[in-house]
């Protein structure tokens, strides 16, 4: 079956510097979407991308999906406490939509 | 509007007891879902439903039970509860189609723990 791995599992930065989490689905997406759920919270939806190629902006946050549409990736730039929370990528292919296992993101001030 | 409200939000079980997870949403939403988050291994899809009448499994479906009578309700029934089944829960349901089309709505969750 379709299965989405996420990396890093972790990632501990200092206030101010990037941060990238990586997502790959073992079989080709008809969209992916990303997620934050902040401690103790439920997900969140960020953005959804459906495009070979497709690169979408929010604020300090890039979200590219793939060529082939099988791997996305979610850059922030310049980190903030309030960033703090783990990030899920979800493919979607038909009616089955799949997360990665998340990576959390602490920030240090 | 409330959005996607699951109840109870805590609940503890003895081995071998069988409950239902409740789901509600109102914002007309024909997929429903629900998953199971654990440690280290993200969401996991149980069952997911698109639509009244109509139920599927996901990823984890063993042990669990659902049925879809109404567009509103997706109600999630452990059968006979084990310890590996203490998790916490999510709903959440999203549009098929249109705009907004599969952008999923969760509800807070519920923390299950079966001793």
């Not at chain 1, 990586?22 to 459906?50: A, D, E, M």
């Not at chain 2, 709903?91 to 599969?102: T, V």
Request: hydrophobic content about 30%.
């Amino acid at each position: 079956g379709q299965q989405v791995m996420q990396i890093p599992q972790y990632q501990h930065v200092q206030e101010g510097e990037d941060f990238t989490t990586y997502c790959n689905s073992s079989t080709t997406l008809s969209n992916i979407q990303w997620y934050k759920q902040r401690p103790g919270g439920h997900p969140v939806f960020l953005i959804q991308l459906v495009k070979s190629g497709e690169v979408k902006k929010q604020k300090r946050l890039t979200f590219q999906f793939g060529e082939a549409k099988k791997n996305s990736s979610l850059h922030i730039t310049a980190t903030q406490t309030t960033d703090v929370g783990t990030y899920f990528c979800a493919g979607q292919n038909n009616n089955d939509m799949r997360f990665g296992a998340g990576t959390r993101l602490t920030v240090k001030p | 509007n409330a959005g996607v409200t699951q109840t109870p939000k805590f609940q503890v079980l003895k081995t071998g007891q069988s409950m239902t997870l409740q789901c509600a949403q109102d914002m007309n939403h024909e997929y429903m879902s629900w998953y199971r988050q654990d440690p280290g291994m993200g969401l996991r899809l149980i069952h997911y439903s698109v639509g009244a009448g109509i139920t599927d499994q996901g990823e984890v479906p063993n042990g669990y039970n659902v049925s879809r009578s109404t567009t509103e309700d997706f109600p999630l029934r452990l059968l006979s509860a084990a310890p590996s089944q203490t998790s916490v829960y999510f709903c959440a349901s999203s549009y098929s189609g249109g705009a907004g089309a599969n952008v999923l709505t969760f509800g807070a969750g519920s923390r299950l723990t079966v001793l």
